[in-house]
């Protein structure tokens, strides 16, 4: 994005930023808007300056805040996607473990699954595995939309189970 960013504009990000610092404007979307209007960027890049202008995007954040902030007020819930990064250590070296704001993507080539403290008492484990039947575990991705075609819910750090890691090592395998 960062080098498209110059490409089409002809001036690096750190001067798009420069200009946003400059113009005393704070919030996002007045940002973008700013952005749009004066300079004639699409809002892809709008939101990408605006992101890096304010240092929130998970690029400037620590992944050890994103994980701390997901889990407020939910600690008890941090055995669960312990086990979860447990589970999944053995299916190959391959995998990049990406925190976001508020979920942590597994990712093979393409995203596998989805970690997400959704309550204080629940964690989400989004799976994409395409052409699988959803079961009474196994739900559609309900809030995932199409980021993954199942969830599961998960309130103890038991439920990760063998079946539950056989779920996560098909969907890895399918993200090859």
Not at 58 to 74: F, H, R, V
Not at 85 to 93: M, P, R, S
Request: net charge positive; aromatic share 8%; glycine share 6%.
């Amino acid at each position: 994005m960062e080098d498209s960013l110059k490409e089409k504009t002809g001036q690096p990000l750190e001067h798009w930023i420069k200009v946003v610092k400059q113009s005393g404007i704070e919030k996002h979307k007045a940002i973008i808007d700013f952005l749009k209007k004066e300079h004639d960027f699409t809002y892809g890049f709008a939101n990408f300056v605006a992101h890096k202008a304010k240092k929130s995007d998970a690029g400037s954040i620590d992944d050890t805040d994103l994980l701390k902030n997901q889990y407020k007020g939910k600690e008890h819930l941090m055995p669960i996607y312990e086990a979860i990064l447990e589970a999944i250590q053995n299916f190959g070296d391959d995998i990049t473990i990406t925190p976001k704001k508020t979920s942590v993507s597994l990712i093979r080539k393409k995203q596998f699954a989805l970690v997400k403290p959704a309550t204080k008492t629940r964690i989400d484990l989004g799976l994409k595995i395409k052409d699988k039947p959803t079961g009474e575990r196994l739900e559609n991705s309900g809030p995932f939309g199409t980021m993954c075609t199942h969830r599961v819910r998960l309130s103890k750090a038991e439920e990760v189970d063998a079946e539950l890691i056989a779920w996560l090592k098909e969907a890895y395998e399918k993200a090859e």
